[in-house]
């Protein structure tokens, strides 16, 4: 079902070859398709918006073209990836008919549809939310203490929903009750995005090693929709056949 707010949507996919864990990472095979195509066909299966992927090497680039979707180039040196999301804005839509940009990264080809467009919901329930999110409530006990795994802490403002307050590697918050996984993908309304870029790193941001403290520490409003399951980020060649046997079996 297209959402209300999709002619006024824009979802960008950013996809990069310097990888050290997995040499040219988006044009990896994974169901007879490369995997930045799969990614690609997972946001347009969402029908949450228009769908571009930013790239930063001609090879990519001929490939998503090829596959018919839209491709633009950005440069390779960009600190952050928010700062390559904003130039492709710019260059995906000079005329600034999008209101929203969903971040999909693009090492997700096993990204379920319902789960790309619940990051957009927060933006379209409160005009005061400048950055959307994702999270899930942590199962794995190892996950609460591994720094490796992104929590955030909020405050509950609906049964789905968190107003974050922090975002950290520590185990936090303290005492009983939920731990929330922070799942990496991010929806911008187009002028919290274009004041995110402009703000420089920030002291939270450098110590935690964590972007979103950046907004936050910037007075800037992030909610985080509960989901119930983390999307498989493809890093290494372990997660690559991961990737591959989900989709396969999703095809059988």
Known sequence: MTQPAAEKTLVLIPARMA??????????????L??????????????????VVAVDEQV????????????VMTRQDHQSGSDRIYEALQ??????????????????PTIEADVVRASLQPLLDNPSTDIATLTVEITDEHE????????????????????????????????????????????????ALEKFVALGPSPLEMRERLEQLRALEAGMRIDAEIVHSIPLGVDTPADLEKARAILMSRQS
């Open 144 to 191: 609460k203490t591994n720094p490796n795994v992104v929590k955030i802490v909020g405050s509950p403002i609906s049964e789905t929903r968190l107003k974050a307050l922090y975002f950290t590697r520590a185990t936090a918050p303290y005492g009983d009750g939920p731990l929330y996984h922070h799942i990496g993908l991010y929806t911008y309304r187009r002028a």
């Open 19 to 32: 990888s050290t864990r997995l040499p040219n990472k988006p044009l990896a095979d994974i169901a007879g």
């Open 91 to 108: 260059k995906a839509d000079p005329d600034g008919k999008a209101e929203f940009v969903i971040n999909v990264q693009g090492d997700l």
């Open 34 to 51: 490369p995997m930045i195509v799969q990614v690609a066909k997972r946001a347009e299966e969402a029908k949450a918006g228009r769908v």
């Open 60 to 71: 990519v680039f001929d490939v998503v073209k090829a596959a018919g979707f839209d491709v």
